[in-house]
């Protein structure tokens, strides 16, 4: 596991944290599972497009360069603006192809899924893909044995495990330090978790989906200044459609809604305010330097 970054034995080297963006249709969400069949997704009109190239105007704005976790499904659909993401500077990775979580699906149809997306992603960039987010941060101790296959099929980092209590997700038992998972003669694997702050004695999620569009924004703040402390990176996440204050309302149970819906309106002010005050890198860039400084203690 890694060791804590300290100020003493890191030098005093700036705090970079991860900016993600899940590259997803409102309609493919978890919280509208059984709600939305797969077979009616070509139906839907699509959204995500338009809110994607506002998330590259935002992060141009402010020179920032983050990672893009992109569902095959709709790299396949969209090429050109995957080309336009990669172009621009930024790091392409897997959001598996079918939005489907690890923990429904059997090894064998792991392996074929993230394996369909890669190959989709990498025809369209023409450069490797290293990394991966399982949807619905579906990576949990049952699921642990995704991270051999992810090492097998080439990826070399993860960032799939949210380390607290939820009803859909949660590997409390993690820690809330990235570490290696797996390796091989080819090489070794990595999860990056989401992050937890603290407040006092409180161990707080935050970060991104609800907990930022939910959270005053000077908790969030708060929270990524705690890890600060602590030398620390953090991961913002995020979705297009948490920009897009148009999209369809869904018909779902109440607590469904209020959980995709929350606070999507303020959604651009708080991101903006936190690229003029955070500084952000791709997820591979933090992980380098993780990886850096865990190799320089003794």
Do not use: C
Not at 44 to 67: D, H, K, M, N, Y
Not at 154 to 165: A, D, K, M, Q, T
Not at 189 to 198: A, F, Q, R
Not at 218 to 242: C, D, I, N, Q
């Amino acid at each position: 596991m890694q060791r804590p970054l300290t100020m003493e034995n890191h030098e005093k080297k700036p705090i970079r944290n991860a900016f993600s963006v899940d590259v997803e249709e409102y309609f493919q969400v978890e919280a509208f599972s059984g709600l939305i069949d797969k077979k009616d997704w070509e139906s839907i009109p699509p959204r995500a497009e338009q809110q994607t190239r506002r998330i590259l105007e935002l992060l141009e704005s402010f020179q920032v360069r983050g990672t893009f976790f992109v569902l095959g499904w709709l790299a396949e659909r969209n090429p050109n603006l995957i080309r336009e993401i990669h172009d621009a500077g930024h790091e392409i990775a897997s959001h598996g192809f079918g939005h489907t979580m690890v923990t429904n699906m059997t090894p064998t149809e792991f392996r074929n899924d993230i394996r369909k997306s890669k190959t989709i992603l990498e025809g369209i960039t023409k450069n490797e893909i290293h990394g991966y987010r399982a949807p619905t941060f579906s990576i949990a101790e049952k699921t642990s044995w995704a991270y051999e296959i992810l090492l097998e099929e080439g990826f070399r980092y993860s960032s799939s495990v949210f380390p607290i209590l939820h009803d859909r997700y949660g590997w409390p038992e993690f820690g809330h330090d990235p570490r290696k998972m797996a390796s091989n003669g080819n090489g070794e694997l990595w999860e990056i978790p989401m992050s937890v702050g603290t407040i006092g004695p409180f161990r707080i999620p935050f970060g991104g989906g609800g907990y930022l569009r939910l959270y005053p924004l000077f908790l969030t703040r708060a929270l990524f200044g705690s890890l600060e402390k602590e030398w620390k990176s953090a991961m913002l996440y995020m979705h297009p459609w948490e920009l897009d204050t148009a999209h369809p309302h869904v018909q779902a149970p109440l607590f469904r809604r209020l959980r995709h819906y929350v606070g999507i309106r303020k959604m651009e002010k708080k991101l903006v305010t936190l690229l003029q005050s955070v500084k952000f890198d791709t997820v591979s860039k933090v992980l380098e330097t993780i990886k850096t400084a865990e190799k320089a203690l003794p």
